[in-house]
């Protein structure tokens, strides 16, 4: 986000026209400047897609090993029935 607000500041500072920075929401963004918010755990670390990913990717490995235990408890107890 930061990256665009100072490129759009550059391109409104070379204009010509100045018709960006008659732009009612330009200048309210440029105003405004560049938005820091973002949702942290108090804190502690920021949540953001990252942290998402990691809890996805734990919660299918959790599942596949849950699966693969599965599978092999119900192929033990196979074998013990047909002996």
């Not at 010509?16 to 973002?38: C, M, W, Y």
């Not at 804190?43 to 092999?72: E, K, N, Y």
Request: proline content about 2%; charged content about 20%; aromatic content about 10%.
């Amino acid at each position: 986000m930061e990256k665009f607000h100072s490129e759009l500041y550059t391109k409104c500072l070379e204009d010509r026209t100045q018709e960006l920075a008659k732009n009612d929401l330009v200048s309210i963004f440029l105003e405004r400047g560049p938005s820091h918010s973002s949702f942290t755990t108090n804190g502690f670390f920021p949540l953001d897609h990252s942290v998402f990913c990691q809890i996805l990717s734990a919660a299918v490995t959790w599942v596949l090993i849950i699966v693969q235990f599965g599978m092999r408890d119900s192929c033990g107890a196979k074998q013990s029935i047909s002996t």
